[in-house]
């Protein structure tokens, strides 16, 4: 599935992957197959992906309730097409925060090349010699400002304080933290690494909530502990196969996306699978 045309609901927003319909006082999420790289939609989807980010979602929100409510209501499809099974989960309509909450417990990605180039990531400034992929001495919480095209950008702590307020910053900042360390924990014991991850929280009536994806191979990066080695990029549950192809092709990352050749599309759509099913416990 890779766009959504539901009439009985108004369409709010059509995202990288999600659709989103108002329904009144609730949403409807709609997760489809696209896939983007390099800030680019593809042309070729990946089957059961959007089936994969929802389900992980609220297989997630469900473990993570204790910690603090989210906007989850039900995954109940009545009256939708079949193929929306699975797929589409109902949620509260809330006042999102304009940043991204990351949380860092590896040193990877974004955070790894800032590190190279001025020894802190965020304004935090972290230990000498370190590599590629270590592990940090304690988790970060490294905030983004959200973007609606193009990459988040990197903010300090400080920066979060004069976007939200002092209070709220900090109190998102040890959500963050807290729901990583959860689900670090849990993750690890699964064999698998949460190197790290991003929430977004809003409010409703006053109270902070989370919102959105939670913990999914597209907002996070899962790495297997069986093939964990520091000093280099890590093998991981995500897209990096269709990185990997676009690079061998010398796409300019420029619209249109190209097509994927059927072998790429089945191995992400595999690693998809996979980490849902080690993570959870269950099949698609």
């Given at each position: ?28 999420i709609v997760a489809t197959d696209r896939i983007s790289a390099f800030d680019v939609i593809l042309g070729s989807g990946i089957p059961d992906k959007g089936r994969v980010l929802t ?113 709220t910053a900090i109190r998102l900042r040890n959500l963050t933290l807290e729901l990583y360390k959860k689900a670090s924990e849990y993750a690890l014991a699964r064999g698998i690494i ?36 520091p000093g280099q990029a890590q093998r991981s549950y995500d897209k990096q196969f269709v990185r990997d192809y676009l690079e061998s092709i010398h796409w300019n990352k420029q619209p ?29």
């Amino acid at each position: 599935m890779l766009e959504t045309h539901l009439t009985q609901y108004p369409l709010l927003v059509r995202g990288k992957v999600r659709d989103v319909y108002d329904g009144g006082n609730r949403m409807l999420i709609v997760a489809t197959d696209r896939i983007s790289a390099f800030d680019v939609i593809l042309g070729s989807g990946i089957p059961d992906k959007g089936r994969v980010l929802t389900q992980i979602t609220v297989f997630w929100l469900d473990l993570l309730r204790p910690v603090v409510p989210n906007h989850f209501l039900n995954a109940d499809t009545p009256g939708l097409p079949k193929e929306y099974s699975g797929r589409s989960m109902w949620v509260k309509k809330a006042s999102m925060f304009p940043v991204e909450c990351v949380a860092r417990g590896y040193l990877s990605g974004s955070g790894w090349k800032e590190y190279v180039a001025t020894g802190s990531v965020c304004g935090i400034s972290l230990p000498k010699g370190l590599r590629e992929s270590d592990r940090l001495p304690e988790p970060i919480f490294t905030p983004a400002t959200k973007a609606q095209s193009g990459h988040d950008e990197n903010i300090s702590f400080e920066q979060t304080r004069s976007l939200i307020g002092s209070d709220t910053a900090i109190r998102l900042r040890n959500l963050t933290l807290e729901l990583y360390k959860k689900a670090s924990e849990y993750a690890l014991a699964r064999g698998i690494i949460i190197a790290d991850t991003k929430f977004e929280f809003g409010t409703v009536d006053g109270e902070i909530i989370l919102c959105d994806e939670v913990l999914t191979p597209d907002s996070s990066r899962f790495w297997p502990l069986d093939t964990y080695e520091p000093g280099q990029a890590q093998r991981s549950y995500d897209k990096q196969f269709v990185r990997d192809y676009l690079e061998s092709i010398h796409w300019n990352k420029q619209p249109p996306g190209p097509v994927l050749p059927d072998e790429i599309t089945s191995r992400t759509a595999a690693k998809y699978r996979e980490a849902y099913t080690v993570l959870t416990g269950r099949t698609l």
